[in-house]
């Protein structure tokens, strides 16, 4: 199957700062997901990014898909930013995560 | 709110006893998923089940019996299960298998005793 890594696998922030995720995949994809867990655990669609650039609010994305890697920026961290950020390939590829904590 | 519903959000159950989760999809969509995450790992994909057929089964112990009677509606019956089985139960509906964009339900909480 194919392989997703996940960098870095830890971040603490102080809030306002300002951050950059990264997210490897072994092969060719077209269909590359962003996920933030909240402390409850339930997993919310941050972006659908087989490639190129989209933005929401603080949070944008871009995926260059021939060079196998996708990134997740968050400007302005606030402390409801904290959690576990997965990238995933279609369904069956999680990455490991990466585990954010803001602070006040 | 994320168009799939799970339910029961928490269950407690011992070693002995039979329970079901339930999971239901508002989206119209095709292809529905059962995965595992337990405390500190990734998510683990169990089944999937596309037009209510499975077309996945990542291996998962028997004692995990899946049921899927039709697209809109996913359930994972529980039995004999041990204590390694205790963990985050998340069910997840897509397009179709590997197709569009996955969405999730809030999740089961799983505790065996």
């Known amino acids: 199957g194919i392989q997703v890594e996940q960098s870095p ?27 933030h867990q ?5 997993l919310i669609n941050l972006f659908y990014i087989p490639s190129g650039t989209k933005q929401n609010g603080r949070l944008s994305a871009t995926t260059v898909a ?3 890697y996708s990134l997740l920026y968050i400007s302005s961290s606030q402390t409801t930013d904290s959690g576990v950020y997965f990238c995933a390939v279609y369904a069956l590829n999680f990455g490991k995560g990466t585990s954010l904590l803001v602070t006040p | 709110e994320t168009g799939v519903t799970q339910t029961p959000r928490h269950l407690v159950m011992g070693m002995t006893n039979k329970k079901s989760l339930k999971c239901e999809q508002h989206l119209g969509h095709n292809a529905m998923y059962w995965y595992k995450q ?6 683990e994909l169990m089944f999937v089940y596309n037009f ?51 969405f999730f339900g809030e999740g089961s909480r799983l505790t065996v005793l």
């Open chain 2, 38 to 43: 337990s405390a500190k790992k990734p998510l």
């Open chain 1, 9 to 35: 696998p830890d971040l603490i922030l102080q809030e306002g700062a300002n951050s950059t995720l990264r997210c490897n995949f072994s092969d060719s994809v077209n269909n590359l997901q962003w996920f």
């Open chain 1, 66 to 68: 021939t060079e196998r």
């Open chain 1, 38 to 42: 909240n402390p409850w655990g339930q």
């Open chain 2, 52 to 102: 209510k057929e499975q077309t996945e089964n990542n291996s998962v112990p028997s004692r995990f019996s899946p049921e899927c009677p039709n697209s809109s509606h996913l359930f994972l019956h529980l039995h004999t299960l041990q204590p390694e089985d205790s963990a985050l139960y998340l069910c997840a509906s897509s397009q179709g298998p590997n197709t569009g964009e996955l």
